[in-house]
């Protein structure tokens, strides 16, 4: 179990998200329900690849965002939901870094490995299981941001091609300025 | 077969008559029964020794009773070492340790032995060797004791000596390019010969400044010396037949006649230990990979085996 | 000299996804491992169960793509009858290759499955021609994988001396020691390289930040690296860390920056060479990244092959360190 990392680097600074939500949570944890158990239900080989680590809480943190997401990739105990910044629960590891970069690593279309180890995502404790659900992410056949972004039709794909474009260019910009 | 003592190759750049001096003493005072020879490291250190002493030393080696096994080049990759590896190979009169493959294509059919810088994980791997002429095993300072076992039971059966290293750095990796060189700003190829600066390797520490590995040219040592002083009663009994202490620049005469006196049972291992760390040796002790834990571990006698 | 051959493209997959999209991507063999111990990348998540490389050699056969099985660790004593069934399970897949360092490993394929062909892995660490031939007579080696210290001109020396193919690293990871020769992960873990698969293993990994906004990598009891606030982290691989000396003020690389290699550029040197495959690493790496890595790659050799320019798609931002080199190849400067 972690303790609450301090970065300067990744606290403050412009604000990447452009639907600036403060989402209450009662309305996003049923979404979020929906989003896990439609991606399990659609691959089942992915929870092997995670071996011990399915049983493994995972805090993932998007630093410029309000909240936070809890996960427990555990088939027979799913859980995936919003929690207060204020208020973490236990977990074995973390998973911080701003909204985009924690899409471009979700989404297997784009190459999140760079990301993966720099100082932009910050991984604190359980380090094995960070890469065994990054590996096992990997493998899913549809891509986990084509499937949440079809459950939201047109307007879904539309944000997900919006995101995508703002995080390439942040990508993009990172690379000019190194 | 009794146990016996023998003398690694000295992996390390010390000035010609250094060497000379070393062997010298060795011959005199040393009860190893072996001595290994030969530049094992880098090809381009051998102008100064092997070239011009190499044979001088042997002889002197055998006037005082001690068997000498000539040690081949560990990595073998431009013209000339391969040129140097095939005379090598071809010579007659004494017993030849490989370190590199490309050897074993001359050496079929002839007795030579295995070194410790050639990958020999499995008792199948050492019957197929055998096979072609081995006669004699120095295992990789990696393997746990579960497969020092299983090794040494077939070295046994097939009649082979199985060595183990029981005393000094342990090699850790190679690599074609020069790390004492890199150290230094430098290329191989324009060296200047830098890693005789350091006759024990040049110690890489931590950027917390932990002492962590060493450096010998292209090689890559642990920073800790194994000591197996508590583990020969161990490896003998499990088919160990040599047991192999590294040249450093401590007291070897001290070192050897330490570990020569613990193998025959004249001293104890507590009093071998004791006088062992007596010695002044600027490093910790470590016998981890042998009890099947991180090889930079300290594990007490105590402590049941993995 | 022997006319060029069009070289294969030998491309890495560490899961089922990564293998469809090499296949798709123009890959004409595919490397692929078994998920224990006898696989050199036996990494946590990564590899395939039996099922799913039935599944991925059918999948791969139906592309037109090879798939080559990398039993490329040593089998420690008492230990030997997993790589033999690991063997046996990919005979029976059918396999095309099996990628084989360890002398018991290669016979055991040469005896009883005689058909199967065997590389030498680079873990063999055959870097002369004479070390190469001892395994193409011993064992029939069909092609042997090249370790990544040759410069081009050493490789086309022997490439005419050698009676079996050659296959080169082009991109990917830049390891620096000779590869089944390396036993520092087994010094700082307990896992070993050789014999466990293991290299920096994740569960022994830590990122420390300190109040200076640095932040250090550690692996076991040892740090790695520490990165000042503004420098970009990376995995603690021991070979790629940041260690002093005395020779030196403050911390150096000293073995290796974190770079990659990508040998684009020498492309048709290699061709001209007479290597006969080329192999991109990074089995560890995302299903993009090989998609994207080995399009590129696909789109370079047929151009090459065609007699035109190879317009290659900037693949510097898919290297690890964000830098890049033309390793051994082009120099021996570099050792």
Known sequence: MTSEPKSSRLSGGPVGFPFAPPLPLFLLNPILKRIVHRIAAQN?????????????????????????????????????????RRALPPHVARISGKFLDLLTLMDTEQDGDALFF???????????????????LDDVDEPIAESVADMFGAPGRGALNFLRRAAENAQKRKGAST | MAAELTLGPNLFHWPAEQKIDFYNRIADESPVSTVYLGEVICSKRTPFFDDKHLDQVAERLERAGKKVVYCSFSEVVIKRERNILMEWSKQEGRDLEVNNTAALLHLKGRPHRIGALLNVYNEETMAYLAGQG??????????????????????????VGVEVQVFGRASLALSARCYHARAHDRTKDNCQFVCGEDPDGMVLKTMDDKPFLTVNGIQTLSYGYLDMMADLEDMKSIGVTHFRVMPHTCDM????????????????????????????????FVNGFYRGRAGHDWVPRATEMA | MNAPVKPELICPAGTPAALRSAVDAGADAVYCGYQNATNARNFVGLNFTPEEMEKSIRYAHDGGTKVLITLNTFPPSGNVQLWKDMVDLSARLGADACIVADIAVAAYIQKHHPDMRIHLSVQAAASSPEAIEYYVREFGVKRVVLPRIMTVSEIRGLVEEIPCEVETFIFGNHGLMVEGRCSLTNYVTGQSTNMDGACSPAACVKYERAEDGSMSTILGDYMIDRFGPEETAGY?????????????DGGYYAFEEPISLNASTMLPELIN????????????????YVKKVVAAFREAVDSIMAGEEPKLADLVALTEGQKQTEGALKTKKWR
Request: net charge negative; glycine share 8%; charged share 30%.
């Open chain 1, 44 to 84: 089942p080989d992915m929870f092997d690849r995670l071996g011990p680590h399915r049983h493994a809480y995972f805090l993932i943190d998007p630093v410029d965002m309000p909240l936070m997401l809890y996960l427990r990739p555990d088939p027979e105990a799913l859980d995936f939901r919003a929690v207060n």
């Open chain 1, 118 to 136: 720099s100082r932009d995502l910050i991984v604190t404790g359980d380090t094995e299981a960070v890469v065994c659900l990054r590996n096992a």
């Open chain 2, 134 to 159: 081995a006669t004699h095993f120095s295992l990789l300072p990696e393997l746990p004791r579960s497969a020092v076992e299983g090794l040494g039971a077939k070295g046994a059966e097939l009649g």
């Open chain 2, 253 to 284: 005469i001290a070192v050897t006649r330490i570990f020569d006196e613990v193998l025959a049972g004249r001293m104890g291992v507590d009093e071998g230990e004791a006088k062992l760390r007596e010695l002044g040796i600027d490093a910790p």
């Open chain 3, 236 to 248: 603690p691989t021991i070979c790629k860390g940041r260690y002093k000396c005395d020779a030196r």
């Open chain 3, 273 to 288: 060479a007479g290597v006969h495959a080329f192999k991109i690493e990074g089995r560890q790496r995302s299903r993009a």
